[in-house]
């Protein structure tokens, strides 16, 4: 297998950037009794990840509103600072995408879950210049599909015209791992930079 890979597929959060909202609600709400609940019934992952699936930003926050009006500042803060959530790019692994790019041995691609929304700011951010650099990117929001969906996964595959016997998908989460092996496209779970150089040496993938 490892002779035949023509294609890598990166996720973007998490792999390439590093995106995290307790940048902006560990001050936000510094109490971390009330910040665990904050997360775990307002404004959770899970309502988080419907605007990755194409949910405007604006129905959602009012439908949280609407449901917890004693947050309203907090709930209006998860979208209205959010690019105050966006760390750094993670560099190793940056370089690593340089590399493979570099080498004109392989597509690059991303497939990530992403508000339709948001998107476009992160890509207008001068420290995330390397989102210009893919074939091709498919952001859940825009398509109304979401990994861990196979339908995200079978779209990825079809636009670019990707042969998944020959291609590699790289994400952080083990959920999307599972989904993506389950379609035929083998997958790498990203926990750091070196562990993903090793990962990708080992399929003869060197850089």
């Given at each position: 297998?490892?002779?035949?890979?023509?294609?890598?597929?990166?996720?973007?959060?998490?792999?390439?950037?590093?995106?995290?909202?307790?940048?902006?609600?560990?001050?936000?709400?510094?109490?971390?009794?009330?910040?665990?609940y904050f997360f775990e019934e307002v404004c959770t992952t899970q309502w988080n990840e419907k605007?990755?699936?194409?949910?405007?930003?604006?129905?959602?926050?009012?439908?949280?509103?609407?449901?917890?009006?004693?947050?309203e500042l907090e709930i209006r803060a998860y979208y209205g600072r959010w690019v105050e959530m966006l760390g750094?790019?993670?560099?190793?692994?940056?370089?690593?995408?340089?590399?493979?790019?570099?080498?004109?041995?392989?597509?690059?691609?991303?497939?990530?879950?992403?508000?339709?929304?948001?998107?476009?700011?992160?890509k207008s951010i001068e420290r995330f210049h390397f989102l210009h650099w893919f074939e091709g990117v498919l952001v859940s929001g825009e398509e109304k599909l979401i990994k861990p969906q196979p339908e995200i996964f079978e779209l990825?595959?079809?636009?670019?015209?990707?042969?998944?016997?020959k291609a590699i998908f790289i994400d952080?989460?083990?959920?999307?791992?599972?989904a993506s092996n389950a379609v035929g496209l083998s997958a790498i779970h990203f926990t750091t930079s070196e562990s993903l150089a090793t990962d990708l040496n080992k399929l003869g993938i060197l850089i």
């Amino acid at each position: 297998m490892s002779n035949q890979i023509n294609t890598i597929i990166f996720d973007l959060g998490g792999v390439l950037i590093d995106w995290n909202p307790l940048y902006v609600f560990k001050n936000l709400i510094p109490d971390e009794a009330r910040r665990k609940y904050f997360f775990e019934e307002v404004c959770t992952t899970q309502w988080n990840e419907k605007q990755d699936g194409g949910v405007l930003i604006e129905t959602a926050t009012d439908e949280r509103i609407a449901l917890f009006p004693e947050w309203e500042l907090e709930i209006r803060a998860y979208y209205g600072r959010w690019v105050e959530m966006l760390g750094e790019p993670l560099l190793g692994t940056v370089e690593i995408l340089k590399k493979l790019i570099d080498s004109s041995d392989y597509s690059v691609y991303a497939l990530t879950n992403w508000s339709s929304e948001t998107f476009p700011i992160a890509k207008s951010i001068e420290r995330f210049h390397f989102l210009h650099w893919f074939e091709g990117v498919l952001v859940s929001g825009e398509e109304k599909l979401i990994k861990p969906q196979p339908e995200i996964f079978e779209l990825m595959l079809s636009r670019y015209n990707i042969d998944r016997t020959k291609a590699i998908f790289i994400d952080d989460n083990i959920r999307n791992v599972h989904a993506s092996n389950a379609v035929g496209l083998s997958a790498i779970h990203f926990t750091t930079s070196e562990s993903l150089a090793t990962d990708l040496n080992k399929l003869g993938i060197l850089i």
